[in-house]
């Protein structure tokens, strides 16, 4: 198939060409269709594989070149300069969040830190074709998302230090945010369990013009649980749209070692699922795929599959060190040649937005926040001690109760052994 | 799984602390050379696989990476890809599939990342890996090692913190082990591989760093220990202590304190928790007439609760000069903050007391 001119919108009907053009070759029989329930199909007298070369790979839309020019003008979308302005600053933001939280968990201020390099595109794009009523599930590197909803710095760094102002109360690990006035269901550490969770709320949501958008990994899609989520959202016909971050790694371990086949985008139509490929290091091409597939959601009430193909440039997390496994040269080729802050500074640029003055200002203003922020956030206290016994049950049961007033005793007979100043009352 | 990364921690590993600590183990091996838990795992894996073609290891980061936890370091570049081997991040899959490779004759150690995400393949240890031996009438056998980290690391909040001792000692078909020194972990490790049933394999994250003395005997590539064995680290006669696993270590820094106060008490390393050596158990307390269960997992229905619960059925009951007590973790998941994660775990101060109290000494 002839690929190389591609627009967004035909993108679903290449991949349903694809799979008819495989129908054709099998259509050969003058006999009555096959009546079995398991497949609305034909009949064929030739044996053969169906394998990955009986399709061409699902190719990736992008709007931008590397250097941000703009390649087919029908494609650009239509944005406000001051969309346009938020979109770069948030992506520019979170690099500088990124940095100033890594280096505290490297001084052992927090304990764990995840960064989000190489991937902002995917982030930004996409929350910014959603509506605020959306519900976001993530897997744990979407802080671009939560930013671009409205998560404050001092929201960002008072979780990473579970304290008192923590909206979690210091209950869960750096980078496990949540809000619920933002939408964004907290997140939890077991991978791919926010996969079928988010199915479950979409099917709640049917026909609220609301959808469900779920982030998982390239690593995550090899959990059943991730088939279970499929299945279930074309069976049920969920609007939910399923976000694949596909960075190239899973930790350590390569896609070749994580599946074979044309990735991740390839399995959605074999389960029904719509699907759009795109370049995750294109903000604009991944903000287009978002709305695409949340129009359709919305108004089909079906689920979407967006595989985003990006290059995860950091570590895996503060617990990791990439240069284990692969080469400092392709981490550099991706952040020196294609790196998605980079790329829509570009385009910008060329617009007149944006310029060397304008950059400087804006990262000496973000450094400012975040440290501002990081600062008042290390001095809070930590939530009251004895919030560690709430919220085990809606109503705390007696042997609770219990054991929280036998820890009271104690710390009052032992309060000189205990940092409890660091604990607010 | 996980935040998986979030668990590889390297980082977070109170490694210095731990270190620093002594060990009060009795073993005349006390002067021999020293030996972490990681090095002890890493070569009981290493000689069984020298031994037995059979046997392999699967999980996630195991081979190139050496290891989340490093615990396979160097195997790869010795074996290969074909013993050991990296998989895609789904528990079910590689323990149903290491599970049939066992069905079929083979000897698979399946590593997971730490046993909270053994949760996504509790099926296939329980239903099928623990079960096929006797729904298959004694005609196929399961002889595996489902091993990983397991209990509290540190700093890793309630999702990555808690004690599978009692969920799989709970289950017949399987046998559970819950190692504390080195010389556990290495004579038990072997012990599990060349066992014919499925093995559970509980080890500790915040062990994973800590030297402990390893005999000439232990150092040997055919050192094994007895599984459903106990052992007692440190003999005394006024209360028995029962512990596994990081546990025991609290127990035998309380038995220091007590010592310093005349009390000698006799602490007891379970070792293995199915099958539950229970007669190890029996002969302390009719010496000490005093029991305390100490362990790191929740009470309710622990491995403290099925200790009590057995001496209430026996007549060793009426040996006993106080009721028994059980020191367990605090009965909520695991807080993130430091301090407050220390408090909800067994210390050797809480054990002192509680020692204290069922003496009846000030």
Not at chain 1, 144 to 172: A, H, M, P, T, W
Not at chain 1, 219 to 229: I, L, M
Request: net charge neutral; with cysteine; hydrophobic share 35%.
């Amino acid at each position: 198939m002839a690929l190389s001119k591609y627009s967004i919108n035909g993108a679903f009907r290449v991949i349903s060409q694809c799979l008819s053009n495989q129908r054709l070759i099998l259509h050969k029989s003058k006999h009555t269709q096959p009546k079995f329930p398991g497949a609305t199909t034909s009949w064929t007298q030739k044996l053969q594989f169906t394998e990955q070369n009986s399709y061409a790979p699902i190719p990736v839309y992008r709007v931008m070149d590397s250097k941000g020019n703009i390649l087919d003008p029908a494609e650009e979308p239509q944005l406000s300069n001051e969309l346009l302005l938020k979109m770069y600053h948030d992506m520019s933001l979170l690099n500088v969040m990124d940095k100033i939280l890594y280096e505290s968990q490297r001084q052992g201020r927090i304990s764990f830190y995840m960064t989000n390099y190489g991937e902002e595109a995917t982030h930004i794009g996409s929350a910014a074709a959603l509506n605020i009523e959306d519900w976001v599930y993530g897997q744990y590197r979407e802080a671009g998302v939560l930013l671009y909803r409205g998560f404050s710095l001092q929201e960002f760094v008072d979780q990473c230090y579970g304290n008192i102002d923590d909206v979690g109360q210091g209950k869960q690990m750096p980078v496990h945010y949540g809000s619920r006035k933002l939408n964004f269901v907290t997140i939890s550490s077991p991978l791919a369990t926010q996969m079928p969770q988010a199915v479950g709320s979409a099917y709640a949501m049917k026909g609220t013009n609301r959808v469900v958008i779920c982030y998982f990994g390239d690593g995550s899609a090899s959990e059943g649980d991730a088939h279970a989520a499929f299945n279930f959202s074309a069976t049920l016909e969920c609007p939910v749209i399923f976000f694949c971050r596909n960075n190239g790694y899973a930790i350590s371990t390569p896609v070749e070692e994580q599946y074979r086949g044309d990735g991740i985008a390839s399995k959605g139509p074999s389960y029904g699922i719509h699907t759009l490929r795109v370049d995750g290091n294109d903000v604009l091409a991944v903000y287009k795929a978002t709305q695409l597939a949340r129009e359709y959601a919305t108004k089909e009430n079906k689920p979407v599959l967006i595989e985003a193909l990006t290059y995860r440039v950091g570590d895996h997390s503060t617990s990791d060190d990439s240069s284990a496994y692969r080469s400092q040269d392709e981490v550099l080729d991706w952040a020196n040649n294609d790196y998605p802050t980079k790329k829509f500074r570009l385009y910008l640029e060329s617009k007149g937005l944006w310029d060397e003055d304008k950059e400087k200002q804006f990262l000496q203003k973000s450094r400012k926040d975040v440290l501002l922020a990081f600062n008042a956030g290390e001095k809070k206290l930590k939530p009251k001690w004895s919030e560690m016994y709430n919220d085990v049950y809606k109503f705390i049961p007696i042997h609770i109760q219990k054991q929280k007033a036998d820890m009271k005793k104690h710390l009052e007979n032992y309060k000189e052994k205990y940092p409890l100043k660091s604990f607010s009352n | 799984m996980a935040s998986r990364g979030t668990i590889t921690m390297k980082n977070m590993t109170t490694l210095g602390k731990v270190l620093s600590r002594r060990n009060f183990s009795t073993s005349k091996a006390l002067g021999a050379k020293q030996l972490t838990v990681r090095d002890a795992l890493n070569s009981a894996i290493d000689e069984e696989m020298e031994r037995d073609e059979r046997v392999f290891v699967m999980g996630e980061e195991v081979a190139q990476y050496d290891g989340a936890y490093k615990v396979t370091r160097g195997l790869w570049k010795k074996y290969g890809d074909k013993r050991v081997i990296d998989t895609p991040i789904t528990e079910m899959g590689f323990t149903g599939i290491a599970t049939g490779a066992a069905m079929a004759g083979l000897r698979p150690i399946c590593e997971f990342m730490t046993f909270n995400f053994a949760m996504q393949a509790i099926d296939q240890i329980i239903n099928s890996a623990a079960k096929t031996f006797y729904m298959s009438a004694g005609r196929v056998n399961v002889p595996i090692v489902f091993r990983g980290p397991n209990g509290a690391a540190a700093g890793v909040a309630a999702q990555h913190s808690q004690c599978y001792g009692a969920w799989y000692a709970h289950c017949p078909g399987l046998k559970v082990i819950s190692p504390y020194t080195s010389e556990d972990h290495k004579g038990l490790l072997k012990a599990a591989i060349r066992d014919p049933d499925p093995v559970v394999f509980l080890e500790n994250e915040l062990l994973y760093g800590v030297a402990y003395p390893m005999s000439d005997e232990a150092l040997g590539t055919d050192y094994l220990l007895p599984i459903g064995k106990a052992k007692v680290e440190r003999p005394g006669k006024h209360v028995t202590i029962v512990a596994h696993s990081k546990a025991v270590e609290t127990s035998l820094e309380a038995a220091k304190t007590l010592a310093g106060k005349g009390i000698e008490a006799e602490v007891i390393n379970l070792r293995s928790l199915r099958p539950l050596d229970f007669e190890t158990i029996i002969k302390s307390v009719v010496k000490t007439n005093h029991l305390i269960s100490v362990e790191q997992g929740w009470p309710s229905c622990g491995i403290g609760a099925e200790i009590l619960a057995r001496l209430m059925e026996s007549e060793v009951f009426y040996h006993l000069d106080q009721p028994a007590v059980r020191i367990t973790g605090a009965d909520i998941p695991m807080p993130y903050t430091k301090s407050l994660e220390a408090a909800a775990l067994p210390r050797p101060e809480d054990v002192v007391e509680a020692v204290k109290k069922i003496l009846k000494v000030k």
